[in-house]
């Protein structure tokens, strides 16, 4: 099971990151263990007396998602909230909880009765608690593997920006059908993905988006920290976690301009070629001979050095950049 941590707070983004078992990009990366394409709908779980626009919110992003990138599954939207007293109920929490250990544990009758004993992992219990939290749980020591988008309490989030975080959230699903990608490829291909589908649906504003990317990027202290060294969250978490405070600066916000350096630097520009292409080299020499191939560099290093570059350009030249790049 994996699951990165997402949260909103009043002054800005925090971030806490679980992880356990084979999560690392080149780690225990099993072909029958991927996403696959899929007829089924994602299977919504909710309480629903919850105000309902924010499940419409979150279905109208995922939903648009699956249009642009394939239905992918199988999956379990997990919308739980409370903005007065709908909680309090143990009638629905337990439903809420029943849903998520049986959608979980299958026939494991063991494994289920385990996980309500757990009260499904604290699910209601950090709704109740007021946390604002979406992410993605991959469950793949299931035979066919699940993934999980989990919301909690998503009117927390600052409002457009909600739209958004469902279509972040479901482009994890689909890198779940592919080869693993670094942090920042990981991270940075859902945020890029979410600010171009996000302006497309007259959601957000992609090239104001990037820009707030880039503002955040530069904030990073030269010689600190690069997009180098969110390869692998993990390993940042156990060796520096001094480093971690600059998780969304350089996976996120840098992430979302080296992928958008990467579609500018292929020989089509697409960025839906970037999703089509792109992703299915992985599985042929790993991430980091796609990225030279598909952005035309000698090595990794010099993909660096160039998205270093980058970094420094005036911000004309780098909305030039964004300019340039085609649907
Ligand atoms: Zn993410």
Known sequence: MTSVNLKTGGLGWMLWLFLAGGVVAGMGDDKS???????SDPEYVRNENYPEKWFRVLRKG???TREYL?????????????????LKSDAVADRIIEAYCRNRHGEAEDRVQDCLRRKGGSLVER????????????????????????FINPHGFPMPYLHTRGIHEYAHVFQRAHARTPTWLTEGGAEFLAFYLGDKHDWIDFEKSMEGS???ARKVKKGEASLIDFEDVGKIEKERPHLKKYYRHLAYDAGAWAVALLIHRSESRSVKQ??????????????RSAVCRYGGYGDINAFYSA?????????????????????
Do not use: H
């Not at 263990?33 to 007829?39: A, F, G, H, I, N």
């Not at 394939?70 to 709908?86: A, F, H, M, R, S």
């Not at 270093?308 to 649907?327: C, D, G, S, T, Y």
């Open 274 to 287: 970037f999703m089509t292409k792109f992703y299915p080299m992985l599985d042929e020499k790993g991430w």
């Open 70 to 86: 394939g239905n992918y599954g199988p999956l379990c939207v997990y919308i739980i909230g409370q903005e007065k007293d709908e």
């Open 62 to 64: 995922i939903d648009t």
């Open 214 to 216: 880039m503002r955040m």
């Open 127 to 150: 709704a109740r608690d007021g946390s604002t939290e979406a992410y993605l749980s991959y469950v793949d020591f299931l035979d066919k593997p699940l993934a999980e988008l989990v």
């Open 33 to 39: 263990k991927r996403m696959v394409l899929t007829e």
């Open 307 to 327: 998205f270093a570059k980058q970094l420094e350009q005036p911000e004309k030249e780098q909305m030039k950049l964004l300019r340039v790049i085609k649907p």
